[in-house]
């Protein structure tokens, strides 16, 4: 029907001889409209970005320019987004100086950079230095790294904090290609989501070019003491020197993932695919910046059993980076894709076995979404205008989002769906979607017209009827062990120690989300610690999960370890319900002397949502 109407319009205006006007007016019809960009699109809209910056780790300060070409709508203005930048000067291509203005403080949006053009020009550079806070930027010092020789720095765009190192039209909605050339501290090596250099150079100065069109919140840069190595022609590992080996081992996968991606929804679109660990206190599990994925460190469990984080942020190659989120309403199409995509890599690569446990535990992660969020966050398509999208994250967009494109697998055949992916991504590539195009596509390509889930499966909230739980065999043993332990710890039976490598990490983290805070005590956790040392594992996954169960059964025995672990660890999804858990059992001390010592370690987006969790006041 809505397509109807813009063939219907167009044909009129073709008619008419279309004016400008009416024509960005279809277009704004086809766009959906950001909410979260003071950008005027349709008057003059970036193609390309130059960088040319120096990162000052003294002054925690990014310093320089950044040149715009953008395509001019005869426009006397273009506006950029920036979040408290200092703006220096303003030149046209002459390198005359112009006129601009910053526009009053949004809380979300920052302010608006309103730069004084002519009709006819098409290129300005912006001189900015960045503050102390630059949102997107982590500073981290030495001891917060891994090797703990140098310091570090890295950024996080996504989703609206680019703007905050960067001056730019910051909404998904614009592609852009980018060059860039970085100025660090000799012994460091600067990355980007670009081509990238394997070695660090002799004076510090690094060049970069983006040549394939991405949106600015995939515009990143890392500076730190890593060394490369490669797995194989077009896949490889950054780390910082000790972390290499082990980090090349987790990962060795890596060049057949993307070899099975490739053969189920076409060719890998951006040449190389690297993986750059960060230090700890990275806020994201992955961050999915093309060419090079940023990822945790705490994925790096010594069994490759969390490889999925990789594939995860690879399907982003597709979903995300080459069709991408037209608006952060429209955020279940960057992840419910996402998810769909990583668990069909999983099953091809490691089997239906894997693929069933971490379809579990993304259903696990939903309930307790569905239970805890806002009831207005938990339909697909959402409405952020005047919101900050971070307040809508959540596994709804996740986890709501790979089960409906599940349903429509079981409902038209896998073989079916396969082809309609595969089309839909070559057919939309470096273009954006909306929930409403994609609706109209998938009615013409596969449902045969039928919406009948559109608005039961997209625009309402809570569960949709008929939902298909995911099963897992392997889930089911590591249950029925738990149920003999918990017998045997209420008989006294002698515990007798168990290695805990009889299991991979996800059964463990499934056998310790099933212990039951209400029916379960302390003693029996000191039981199960007894056979399996949990309290001492090294592994993130089984500690935060042990750490949780013992905060709200309050095994004090945890405590130091945990405290250490909030502290080293800056991955938001850790965090979360660690510190509700303690809030949870009403153990405000503990939680707030913890916090304290942990907060100078964690990222902004973490920093937010814990103050608002413990309402801590900076
Ligand atoms: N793109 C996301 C991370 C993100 C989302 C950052 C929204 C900022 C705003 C990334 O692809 C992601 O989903 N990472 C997950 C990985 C997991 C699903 C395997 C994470 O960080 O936990
Ligand atoms: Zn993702």
Known sequence: MQKLVYIALGTALIAASCNKQTTSTIKGLQEAKDNQTFADLDKARIKHLSLDIET??????????????????????????????????????????????????????????????????????????????????????PEQTHDKKQPFLLSQGQAILTRSWIPIQDTPSVRITYDAKIKTPKDLMALMSAINPKEKS????????????????????????VNYQAIDNRTGIYAEPNLLKDAVWEF???????????KLY??????????????PSFPFGGMENPRLTFATPTAIVG??????????????????????????????????????????????????DYADMISVIGFQDLETSMRNIPKEYTSLKVNMKGKNPDDAFSDVPYDKGYLFLKMLEDKYGREKFDIFLNNYFSSHAFQTMTTEKFIDYLKQNLTNNDDSFVQEW????????????????????????????????????????????TKSTNEWLHYIR???????TKEDLAYLDEIYDFTDSKNPEIECAWFEKAFLLHYDKVNKNAKEFLVNVGRRKFLEPLYLALKESKQFDLANDIYKSARPNYHFVAKQTIDGMLNYKP
């Open 514 to 520: 099933q212990i039951d805070v209400d029916k379960n």
């Open 252 to 262: 060795a996968d890596m060049g057949k993932m993307v070899t099975t991606a490739e």
């Open 202 to 225: 002799k004076d510090g100065i690094y060049t970069f070019k983006m040549p394939q069109p991405i949106a600015p919140y995939l515009v990143a840069l890392a500076v730190g003491d």
């Open 303 to 352: 069994d490759r059993s969390m490889t999925n984080l990789v594939a995860h942020e690879l399907a982003h190659s597709w979903s995300g980076n080459l069709v991408t989120n037209s608006t952060w309403d429209d955020f279940w199409i960057n992840e419910g894709f996402t998810v769909y995509f990583e668990r069909r890599i999983m099953e091809e690569l490691e089997g239906k």
């Open 56 to 141: 000052d780790f003294k002054t925690h300060q990014i310093k320089g320019s950044a040149s715009y070409q953008f395509k001019n709508n005869n426009s006397k203005k273009i506006i950029l987004d920036t979040e408290e930048l200092t703006i220096d000067s303003v030149l046209l291509a002459n390198n005359k100086k112009t006129t601009f203005k910053l526009g009053n403080r949004d809380a979300v949006k920052g302010r608006a950079l309103e730069i004084d053009i002519t009709p006819k020009d098409t290129v300005v550079t912006v001189y900015y230095k960045t503050t102390s806070d630059a949102n997107a930027l982590q500073w981290l010092s």
């Open 266 to 279: 076409g060719k890998y679109p951006w040449e190389q695919f690297d993986v750059l660990v960060l230090p």
């Open 458 to 501: 997209i625009y309402t909230t809570g569960w949709p009827k008929g939902v298909q739980k995911p099963t897992s065999k392997l889930f089911d043993l590591a249950e029925n062990q738990l149920q003999q332990d918990i017998k045997n710890s209420r008989n006294k039976v002698s515990p007798e120690k168990i290695a805990i490598s």
